[in-house]
């Protein structure tokens, strides 16, 4: 049964948003009265809403297991090449889908409140929409061409939206760093993608085609099919490590966290980043057709939640304690795809959504009422201060670090399970648990209890954040205590309740740990100004890593290469100055010697024309 | 008949731009941005009309040698010529402001220039006719960069001039031994002199042939002439050497030599591809260090030139039309980046992008063009490099040799790098005191000329349908295919052996079968 409304409305909104909002930015740069806010803000929350609205009413009418699947044209097209734009709804985009456009919306309504007087607030939110037009392109397509346009314009958004304070030169390095880590990664996407063309042509790009030969064994005859597959899929999952900051390109997030909290919020918690996990679920037949390659993957992911968990913990800025945290919990994802359960990194990747966008939006709002303080040492005793913010970031913090009952605790909790067979990633993974727990509570002590440590200025100045932005967060709370009861995952998820209690336990261990420890040993701030943004206080070799391997050998590139390029041009400019120096020296046969020049000309003239009619031929 | 009123319009114009005023800026402004337009609107025709080619006329004979006239404006050559009036009537827009004095005669040499690289993109069949426009295009170049250049245009237009002139020696012997043995110079001929010459020979011929078309692109060792011209060069000029002359040494690869020395070509593509490579990576890594900001768009040029003519040397068809497309996107971006480096020059008046910056606080507008036309550079899907890269990198790994793409993606990483850096240093950053930023501002028409050059680059990204299209007609595509070759090798046998004199040879087909 087809549904009346077209699947390209769902992106068509925020596209037209961003069209507008842009043009809108652009008219009235020169102008001295600013664009009006309000309107400016209700139009830039209307597109996402709009779009909102659609995919709930394709969710709705979708039965059980339907595709929708939309043809809108041909992209590239020659020859037997075929690429073109098409649209597939299925279960796994309605997900994707509706906490993209859901969480969006809200943002949007909180960048309204968080950004006010900001001069750049009209080509904020039409960046946001073209952010969400992007997702929505990524998530909706039914390709991986047409999916690495949005991959690639998620990726121009969030460079545009890191470097948004672009007076800044240190963002705008942030910035550069994000779009450069994800372009290594993106090569790695184009890669994967000329495999399979390789492999059988363009029609293998398309989802349901690539699903249909990998499962139906029609690539048999083909030489090297099975290790042009694997070769495939580790192409791909290595553009996945990038989207999703997980080792070895991991290191652009932190850094990433110089853009607006609303940013870090939307692009670098709750749906950007999960765009590796997606595509990884959507090409689950790709990725699970060997079981070395799972093993890879699982390794990578639990390195990836272990290191992160362990660099949050040492962190001091609010925002990148939140997005080691991040980084920790994509890796929780990835195990859960490495393990072949994708329902469940789906499942988790809907949790977390919630509980780290409200999480985010909370430290925005912290951020916010003490004027751009952004490190814990100088917080401290907020609670009261700032009791809506409190208890919302406190729910979010029992979602996340996984108490019982709330969101995060059912995702969690199956994906320890899923990989319980393996005890060695097991325990490593429940410590990993363990240590959310402890850098996530040391977050709140150091923050909401204790004394305020900032100065006396910021403390008169403090105020709880406005209504418009305070609606989004409870909202997002709301979905933190709810979002882990949507029937997302299989049912034949069997739960033992050994698993619940070491998880349930390690948690509260962990926090009760934390929390006595961390009300104890307040950390003293040092003093002096630390540079927010760019610099980074910890990343444990990989910025190392990728200085060595990347940066290193493109500098001595250059080295070798400038005097190369320098003996170049001497060589030039020397053999050009031959003719010069033969002409000085034949000047005296030019000069005043007409015969003499006549003569030589005929001669050789007569010399040429000989030659060329009696040897040529 | 659309396409020799082409070739000759740019001429006429350029007669026609002579009579008018030199003292009234304005009005030989409208007259200029008339004559531009013209050749413009009718290229455009064409295009829709999907091109047009003329009969072989005998030009002249000489020794024996006929020496014919034929135009051929279908697939790559009309795309390119195209691209080439679009490009001139943008440059001649933004000349108005970039020029302080004498846009009459900037616009008497662009016209011919204009013409030079139109006729030399239609000479697909006869090669004296290509020698001769493609030297011809160096005359007017060269007067204008000494006209109009910047402080060291002297040294700037002698080595152009005598770099790109000495480059194309050797294409002038092996062309004229050729014609010599096939007594015609007609492409056909000439491809079925050359299998009847020693080996070593035909190798000779093929370097021969290789050179002047290197130093156009440019290629590795022979771009030294490239970084100074176009820095030198006032910007409408330089967009135009980068845009559409440069793409006349890529042209003469895939309409002379590939078709020609099929078989070389074919023989030495695992070699050829590296080399463009190693040209694609070189550019790139001076790109990344320049300060110079007319510089770094000269080695982004070679970056990107390096990596079409990689794609070229894969010898596939779709490879082949990506390479159109890269060509074509590469026209557009690199030269409205040329265009809009130029305005940020002028502005800040001075080359060195470390001085520039804060854009984006002073000027707005410009900045997000400016940031757009990067964006476009890096080739972030949607944009017609995206379609180009694709086509040219899936090449790449299918070429038999799939590191290939590896390096070539490390290219694209590296073309990443260095719009980057250059966009952080030109648009952002805090505002440099007593810059006087507040009295500059992009002018109208500065404004309105960037606007189909953004349609373009967007509108080609996202439906390069009618550039690829006119790659699916193999028949009318002069540039041969191996099959097509073959196909032509057994119709000329089947002639020969026939001993036909009959109608249906035509005349080039026929002296062949005499020759033989």
Redesign the interface.
Known sequence: MATQIPLWIIPFFPLLGALALGAIALTRTKSEQPAPEGYIGALAVSFPFISFIATVMFAIEMPRDGVYTETLGSWISIGSFQVSFGFLFDSLTKIMLLFVTGITTLIVLYSIGYMKGDVGYTRFMSYLNLFLFSMIVLVLSDSLPLTFLGWEGVGLCSYLLVGFWNKDLLNCKAANKAFLVNRVGDVGFLLGMFTLLALGGTSLLNYANLNEALSGGSLAHVSFARELIIIAAFFLFFACTGKSAQIPLLTWLPDAMAGPTPVSALIHAATMVTAGVYLMARLSALFAFDLFFSVIVLLVALATALWAAIAGLLQHDIKKILAYSTISQLGFMFMAAGAGAYDVAIFHVFTHAFTKAALFLGAGSVIHSLGGEQDIRKMGGLAFKLPSTFFIMLIAWASLIGLPGLACFWSKDLILESIYSAPMLYYTALFTAILTAVYMTRLMVLVFLGKFRGSSHTAEHMHESSIVMQVPMWILAAGCILAGYAPLTNENHHTDIFVILACCGGTIVGLSFAAVYFSKKIPRYPGHNELVGFARTWTFLFDKLHFLLGILPARIAMSILDPVNRFLRITMIVIGAIPVICSEGLRFMQVNKLRVQLALSVISSVILAYWLVFFIR | MLISILLILPFVCSCLMIASSSRDVNSSFRMGLLCTAMPLALATVLVFIGGQQTDNYLWFSF??IDIEFSLYGRGLSLWMAWLATLLCFLAFTYSKTALSFGIKKFAVGLLALEGTIIGAFFSAQNLVQFLFFFEAMILPAAILIALYGGLKRRRAV??FS??TLSGSIPLLFGAW?LM??AGSDNIYAIAETLKTLPLATQTYLFIAFSIAFAVKTPLF?L???QSITYSEAPYPLSAILSGAMAKVGVFGFAIWTIPIFHKQVTEYSLYLIPFALFSA??GA??A??QINIKRLLAFSSMSHLGLAMAGLFCLD??VN?GVAVMLIGHGLTAGGLFFFCGIAQKWTGSSDIKLYG?F??TN??FA?IFGFLG?AAVA???TVG??GE??I??GL??SGF?FF??IG??C???S??YI??LI?NV?????PENSGRANV?LSKFEGIAAVPIIALILYFG????PI??S??NKNENPALTEQEMQEFERFLEHLINMEAQDSIANDSLEEISDEQ
Do not use: M
């Open positions: 020794l024996e002698i080595t005598l770099y031994y010599a043995k060792p771009h030294s002439w990576l070189y890594a001076l990344l260090q068809d779709v039309a804060a984006a606080t707005p507008i997000s964006i972030v899907p949607c995206f379609v694709f086509l990198l899936q790994f299918n799939a793409a590896v993606g490390i694209v990483i590296c990443a790098a980057l850096r952080k648009l952002f950053g805090p505002v501002s996202l439906h390069p349908a690829l299209n790659f699916e």
